[in-house]
């Protein structure tokens, strides 16, 4: 199999705080991990990739000091929301390359709401 | 910029229906393309993916055109279970790319 999870799979936050999501493959080493966020309606838009052991590159228009990516091993990265704010709020998807396919391995998400 | 295109729908289709969704890109270099599926507030899960040649599991046929930049999917015998939205995903190259997901085709099975 290929597993993948995320924690927390739903956090309800104060805006100007920060949050931490964990994405971890379970049963495999992802040499590549990468960030996705949706917004109601909207498709899955991907914010960053991550590479265990280096820099996460990030899309445009994402700003790497508000998301704070770490990829310190092959089975975890963690997506931090800095002062997050209320328009943060979204659907946070990661999703794992086992790096055997072009098959990526989504984990389920975490829906964060900044009031 | 990479983008995927899809009808958004919703498609209301009685069940046993057959009922075909295309999406476009506009990545001339993508290479590899998926149909994903994605129920209310869940993550997306694979559907299929879509080569050249079309691909067909069970119920399901995938076709890709690369001179119209195209992307296909038939459902056959339709389900209620197969209500859900359909997503069109394009990467750009190899397994280190991210993905390009369409806002997705809503799917509605009528009994």
């Known amino acids: 199999g290929a597993v993948v999870s995320q924690h927390p799979s739903r956090v309800i936050c104060k805006s100007g705080t920060s949050v931490k999501i964990e994405c971890r493959s379970l049963d495999f080493q992802a040499t590549t991990m990468f960030w996705y966020r949706q917004f109601p309606k909207q498709s899955l838009m991907l914010m960053a990739t991550?590479?265990?052991?280096?820099?996460?590159?990030?899309e445009q228009g994402v700003e790497k000091d508000k998301f704070l990516i770490n990829h310190a091993s092959l089975t975890l990265s963690t997506l931090t929301v800095t002062s997050a704010h209320p328009e943060d709020s979204s659907f946070y998807i990661c999703s794992a390359d086992r790096g055997d396919s072009y098959e990526q391995y989504f984990g389920p998400g975490t829906r964060l709401t900044v009031t | 910029r990479k983008e995927v295109e899809q009808d958004p729908g919703p498609f209301n289709v009685p069940e046993g229906a057959t009922v075909a969704f295309n999406c476009t890109y506009s990545n001339s270099a993508s290479q590899s393309f998926f149909w994903y599926r994605q129920d209310c507030r869940k993550e997306p899960k694979l559907l299929m993916s879509?080569?050249?040649s079309g691909n067909e599991d069970g119920r399901f046929t995938a076709q890709l055109n690369r001179a119209s930049q195209y992307i296909s999917l038939l459902i056959r015998d339709s389900k209620l279970s197969d209500s859900a939205t359909y997503l069109c995903?394009?990467?750009?190259?190899?397994?280190?790319?991210?993905?390009?997901f369409g806002k997705g085709t809503h799917l509605i099975i009528q009994p």
């Open positions: 879509v080569y050249s």
């Open positions: 995903v394009a990467n750009s190259g190899g397994g280190a790319d991210g993905l390009t």
């Open positions: 991550s590479n265990e052991g280096s820099k996460a590159t990030y």
